[in-house]
């Protein structure tokens, strides 16, 4: 099926929070995970979605360009073209913008996407991320306010950060003390106060509750998904609202149980990133692979080594639906396997 209208999109995540369940947005940075992921979510029958990094466009573009908004738009092209293959829908989202990349990356976007909807066509992401976590609460929905009326006119979604997501993703990177970790209702209040609650333009927004990028053990990190239940009752007491005014987002989830997932997903998380797993996942395989047939990829002694081993297909496909396996196991613990539009 084609990528998702912003009309499919929105209905996406609706059916997801009234249904009770959440979306897998799985990191790519190349085509080979690209079809990892396409594979994955119709081997699922799930519905998703690929999302990229300043640092992934970046490799889309050449690791030697640093091309991130070129990158971005051949990532998107490709998926619009391949995905046509695939029975399932996808959004498009870029992830993890901070304040000096917005020029470079988000911005440029946006522009791109102002045309195509002025030409009568739809935007080329569904939705932006724009990361204002590093920045001054104030200064962090003032640049929210400013971009989402822009994202309303394309038809497209914005998503914000309120809170600090530990740890290191891309180049962006967090630390603070502990309690920087776990949102507060008086700070999504304020956001809320200026950004509205879908009548100025939908946004998602991504709170934190203890979240960490990267790889922790079992334990490591000390998540508190209740918290957005807190939230979610807070906001709809201070505005008047009905239970869960809040599209949420689940960032820096490597290592979470099924329990600390499905809490989450119960207090109102329609998207939840995936990026440390299914990079493992990937890179894992291909390790396998060639210590499997270590004389076969390598020209030892004077041989020629096996052409069908070393021909980087024969590893690429292991380790696509390596990274696809991860992303079914993903599809089923958010529960949206089996629920695809076009199932």
Known sequence: MPVATPDQYADMLDRAKAGGFAYPAINVSSSQTINAVLQGLT??????????????????????????????????????EVAKNYPITVALHTDHCPKDALPGFVLPLI???????????????QSHMWDGSAVPLGENIEIAKDLLPRMKNINAILEIEVGVV???????????????????????????????????????????FGNVHGVYKPGGVKLRPELLGEIQ????????????????VFHGGSGSSDEEIAVAVSNGVVKMNIDTDTQYAF???VAGFMFANYEGVLKLDGEVGNKKQYDPRAWGKVAESSMAERVVAATQQLGSAGKSLGV
């Open 166 to 208: 530990g740890g290191e993703e891309d180049g962006v990177q967090h630390e603070g003390s502990n309690d920087a970790l776990y949102t507060t209702v008086a700070d999504v209040t304020k956001a809320v106060e200026a950004l509205g609650l879908g009548e100025n333009g939908r946004y998602i927004s991504a709170l934190t």
């Open 233 to 248: 009752e807070g906001i709809a007491a201070h505005f008047g609202t009905g239970a869960k005014p809040l599209d949420l």
């Open 283 to 285: 890179t894992r395989s």
């Open 111 to 125: 522009e791109a996407s102002e045309a195509e909807v002025k030409a009568g066509r739809n935007p080329i992401f």
């Open 43 to 80: 081997e699922a029958g799930s519905d998703g979605i690929l999302q990229v990094t300043t640092g992934g466009a970046d490799y889309f573009a050449g690791h030697t360009v640093k091309g991130r908004a070129t990158g971005a738009l051949a990532f998107a092209a490709y998926v619009t």
